[in-house]
């Protein structure tokens, strides 16, 4: 099954999918498996919403798994989070009671305040019309090798500021490893 990344009106998701029980007499075990290439950095909150969310076609029961390790323990609250640690090549394991149409939908999301990221950028000093001290960074786009997009910040204001010598002399300390924080 394909789970690639996709705009949902949830966080950054790195896995979406719904899972519903066997029978309403026994638990069952569902899994899934996913891949992710590469493995975000600072990642992730796995979030389970029984149901709909609001209190209608809720199973009765469920617990998670990834990759082995039990994530939810056994619940049935309409909502629980759990931070994880994801690997390029992931198992998803439920273990759900519930009628026919009940379900638990599992929400994999990147969650940035978990670990900072730093990008290393390629810098340039100097400008003909914002002087000396004006800086800008560059870097190639995250997975979009040879697709000609590139993340930019200039620093226009800052260069006619008090401080833009400081700061223009702060990224020019980079020199020696040509790429800035």
């Known amino acids: 099954m394909d789970h690639r990344q996709q705009n949902t009106g949830y966080p950054p998701s790195v896995y979406m999918q719904p899972f519903f029980p066997c029978s309403s007499d026994a638990p069952c075990t569902r899994t899934d498996n996913f891949r992710l290439d590469p493995v975000p950095n600072g990642c992730c909150i796995l979030t389970v919403t029984n149901g709909d969310g609001r209190g209608t076609d809720e199973v009765r029961s469920y617990e998670m798994f990834l990759n082995g390790k039990r994530v939810v323990p056994a619940d049935h609250s309409r909502n629980a989070q759990a931070p994880v640690k994801v690997l390029r090549s992931n198992t998803v394991k439920v273990i759900l009671t519930g009628e026919p149409y009940s379900k638990v939908f599992v929400l994999i999301a990147y969650d940035p305040q978990q670990a900072p990221v730093t990008l290393w ?37 800052i260069s006619s500021k008090e401080n833009s010598k400081e700061f223009a002399d702060y990224v020019a300390s980079f020199a020696n490893t040509v790429k800035c924080p």
């Open 121 to 157: 950028m390629d810098w340039r000093r100097g400008d003909p019309y914002y002087g000396a001290d004006f800086i800008e960074l560059r870097r190639p786009c995250e997975g979009t090798v040879g697709q000609g997009c590139e993340c930019t910040a200039e620093f226009k204001v």
